[in-house]
């Protein structure tokens, strides 16, 4: 199973936001959405992501006011991203060893939607079924 076949399922909404708003403002937007990641994306340009991680070690462990913080401050700018044609052993891996649970999809420098960790493992569990189900039937016969 592919990246852009998670998407195709999931959608390819992308929620994202200024850098230049408060990290209260962001945090907001992601309860609002329902999402633990929301990307930073200036100019059609992906410049980073803000993660509910990245708020709660960068801004609350730190005594920080995420009304007086801006997304800039503390946003993780090296993004690890993922390509529409990726498969999703790849992506498990490399969120097991970049240690993140959110890879924006990028195609030709433009973000086409993001999966998360919870797309990863959905999309695992069904291709499991999928096993299970033709081994049962083979099994049957």
């Known amino acids: 199973m ?8 999931k959608g390819k909404e992308i ?18 959405k ?6 930073i994306i200036e100019d059609s340009v992906l410049k980073g992501i803000l993660s509910e ?20 401050e503390i946003m ?8 529409p044609s990726d498969n999703i052993d790849y992506c498990m891996e490399l969120m097991s060893t970049q240690r993140v649970r959110h890879l924006p999809v990028v195609d030709n420098n433009a973000v086409v939607g993001i999966i998360s960790i919870g797309d990863v493992v959905k999309a695992i569990i069904e291709k499991q079924k999928e096993t299970i189900e033709h081994l049962h039937s083979y099994i049957s016969q």
């Open 2 to 9: 592919t990246v852009n076949q998670i998407l195709n399922s």
């Open 15 to 32: 929620f994202s936001v200024a850098s230049t708003i408060t990290v209260y403002e962001a945090i907001k937007t992601m309860g609002e």
């Open 34 to 39: 329902n999402i633990g990641a929301v990307l």
């Open 53 to 72: 991680r990245d708020y709660a070690r960068k801004v609350v462990l730190k005594n920080k006011l995420s009304k007086e913080t801006f997304v800039h």
């Open 76 to 83: 993780e700018k090296e993004v690890v991203t993922v390509k």
